[in-house]
């Protein structure tokens, strides 16, 4: 007896030892698992705003619906035919969601994962919810359940209860479709597993909303805490408690009003040019802040499946050769080295100028025409001369300094820097090419800046779209400002330049269709022939204009830019109409005083004798 009770009570001690001392670990992590939670909570992802606060992108709260097979049984039926039409799914597809599964992962390891868990539908709205609880709590199941066993009628009343479970999520919204579309971007979820659950992010695809997705992602917050049995939290046995912080609001400098005349303005053109694109951006030159800028043809965010590489946001990732516009540069230089002055003549050759063994053309025969004259009629040969005459070197650094050749540093994805050689790359022809904006490639928000620099007093500034980030309370917890870059020329060549570019909208110019009833503009027209595979295509052209107004005091400047128009392209036809309607409408708008003295100023631009004159050589 003694030696019996001596070996039970070796036993005893012997697992004692071996549950307490040998096993610790793993039986420690078993009660941990059995007890021990982790609660993930995620972050709201901040708003995208327009400079008014009025909502451009919003994530609402939804519901990811999910299922215990466990719990289900043999009643894989009847819940898939009470769910499916409130899931707007396929009932034959819910039921077979609905049994439980034992699957391998890539190593032939067992996951029961499965067995508890399955995800049926996410991005359903608290309504719906609420509709399948009701749904799940009148489940008939075809039998009196009061004269079940009490197992049965338990079995019952936890698939009511349990079976059918929501996890909290968000969905991102865009309130205005496709307005602004690739200035917002669009965004996608990200997957990742949390305490044996998938957990859904909204993370930013392109876009502000790729730019600044640290910024509106924010921060997820956690849990790790205890239950008893019952599964109710011990708040004693809390581990770590850290709370989560939401992603901050981002407050544009894109004025929704504008972003909708401009967006509208274009859709028209687009319908009667039948461009294969066509873009505009507005901006306040003194700040550089991008009130609107558009696309087109663009997307509905809502719908980030439909997106395709052909509604990129050109303004910024496409490089076209500028054309006349780019003749601001080398005559804007030339003045401001005192080398060319507004009244001096040039002979542009009846349209035909031979120089390094080309032979370089104008789009009409001009004879003799002032340095604004060249201006007012867009000669080619008349820029490749002043060019010839400001010396490559100094158009190089010209063009460099208004900032071709590098990225205006917007924050947007996908901004590239354009096409500028350095000197020593050149042929013998392109110092007098690169004047008339040829052999250079730019963005059409670069050239936008450069004309901006010129309705700035000289001062080249770096494109602001951000205005300030918030927080929830509304608190500034960034503020932007207008940045300067550097002044290119002087307050006596703006003036110049300004003088000149006023008589492009003139009767004599290249675009009296630009002209405003209340306000003196001053502007470039631009047409440049494509290149395709190093060689220039007939009949394929990018038609552009660029205006400031008022002339003598600019708050906006406006780009209009059109990909192989069908119906005419030159710039001042096509785009300078354009131009016209998207300036008056933002005018009115923003109540910009008109201009007092606008019939003098246009008698005077008639008038003058500057203006475009053609002398027989």
Known sequence: MTMLVCLAFTGLGYRLVDLQVLRHDELSKLAHADTEREYWQAPRRGDILDTHGNLLATSVPVKTICADPSLMGN????????????????????????FPRITRDEHGQVSTNNLHYVRLQKNVPDQTW???????????????????PKAQQAFLHDLRESAIFAEPGEMRIYPNGALAAQVLGFSGTEESKVDDHL???????????????????????????????????????RDEDVQVRDGL????????????????????????????????????????EILAMASLPNYDPNQPNTVTPDMRNRDITDVMEP??????????????????????????????????????????????????????????????????????????????????????GIPLPGEVGGILYPVKDWTKVSIAQIPMGQGVGVTRLQMLMAMGAIANDGWLMRPMLVKCLTDGDGNIVQQYEPQRVRQIVSDDTVKQMIEALKTVVSPQGTAPGAAMKEYVVAGKTGTAQKVENGVYVHNKYYASFIGFFPADNPQLIISIVMDE?????????????????????CASYLN??????????????????????????
């Open 249 to 288: 609001n981002v407050e544009l400098t894109i004025d929704a009003v504008i972003q909708h005349i401009l967006e509208t303005s274009l859709a028209e053109a687009l319908q009667k040019h039948t461009p294969r694109s066509i873009t505009g951006i507005v901006m306040r030159p003194s700040t550089g």
């Open 565 to 585: 128009p069908k119906e005419g392209y030159y710039g001042g036809l096509v785009c300078g109409p354009v131009f016209r309607e998207v300036a008056e409408r």
């Open 75 to 98: 009643q894989q039926a009847v819940v898939a035919h009470a769910l499916a039409p409130l899931l707007q799914m396929n009932e034959a597809d819910l039921y077979q969601k609905l």
């Open 323 to 408: 054309g006349s516009t780019f003749k601001i540069v080398a005559i804007s230089g030339a003045l401001n080295d005192g080398i060319v002055h507004l009244n001096d003549p040039f002979d542009c050759e009846q349209g035909h100028f031979a120089y390094a063994g080309r032979i370089l053309h104008d789009h009409e025969p001009f004879g003799i025409l002032t340095t604004e004259g060249i201006i007012t009629k867009s000669s080619n040969i008349g820029a490749a001369k002043i060019g010839i005459k400001l010396g490559e070197d100094r158009l190089y650094d010209y063009a460099s300094e208004y900032g071709f050749g590098e990225r205006t």
């Open 130 to 148: 609420q509709q399948i609880q009701l749904a799940m709590s009148q489940l008939d199941f075809g039998v009196d359940e009061k004269k079940l």
């Open 199 to 237: 957990v859904s992010e909204i993370t930013g695809r392109d876009g502000i909303e790729l730019a600044l997705n640290d910024e509106l992602s924010g921060v997820a917050g956690w849990r790790v805490t205890e239950t008893d049995r019952q599964q109710h939290e011990l708040v004693s046995m």
């Open 592 to 617: 910009i005083p008109p201009d007092e003295d606008l019939e003098q100023s246009n008698s005077l631009q008639i008038a003058t004798t500057v203006l475009g004159r053609q002398q027989t050589p």
